[in-house]
């Protein structure tokens, strides 16, 4: 049986009763501003990014480079053809007849990349409303 890499998903914020805006037990996420995750939980969207900290934002920026970095040299030092393809398939999608290039491949990274402009028109949507009330224009209570 294969796990996947949804495991860890598991783990996370809406599975473990860890970091639960009701838990019992707050966990800090600055222990020098006193700010909870409770406290992140309970906020507006857009007033959360000013409770974390300048270092928070360091250390999401670091890792984020990281990564980046990492899929840069996977992609243009080791000369990988694909763009996006890492050498990652823990389920053996690119194992198939075809490999990469099959019809069915093919399929799937069009309808990925159209759920992520969905996904991005949905944002800014979500965006313009929390900063400018009323201005998506459906109704909602």
Do not use: C
Not at 25 to 35: E, F
Not at 46 to 56: K, N, Q, R, S, Y
Not at 93 to 108: A, H
């Amino acid at each position: 049986k294969k796990w996947g890499i949804h495991m860890p998903l598991y783990l996370g914020p809406s599975g473990s009763n860890a970091f639960n805006p009701d838990s019992s037990k707050d966990w800090l996420l600055s222990s020098t501003t006193g700010v909870t995750f409770s406290d992140i939980a309970h906020a507006e969207p857009l007033d959360t990014i000013a409770m974390v900290p300048a270092a928070g934002w360091v250390q999401i920026l670091f890792a984020a480079g990281i990564f980046e970095l990492t899929g840069w040299k996977r992609q243009w030092n080791d000369k990988n053809p694909i763009p996006g393809n890492y050498g990652y398939d823990p389920l053996g999608f690119t194992k198939r007849e075809g490999g990469f290039d099959s019809p069915e491949i093919t399929k799937l990274r069009m309808m990925e990349i159209k759920n992520g402009r969905v996904a991005m028109m949905a944002m800014a949507g979500w965006l313009s409303n929390e900063s400018i009330p009323g201005a998506f224009p459906v109704w909602h209570p």
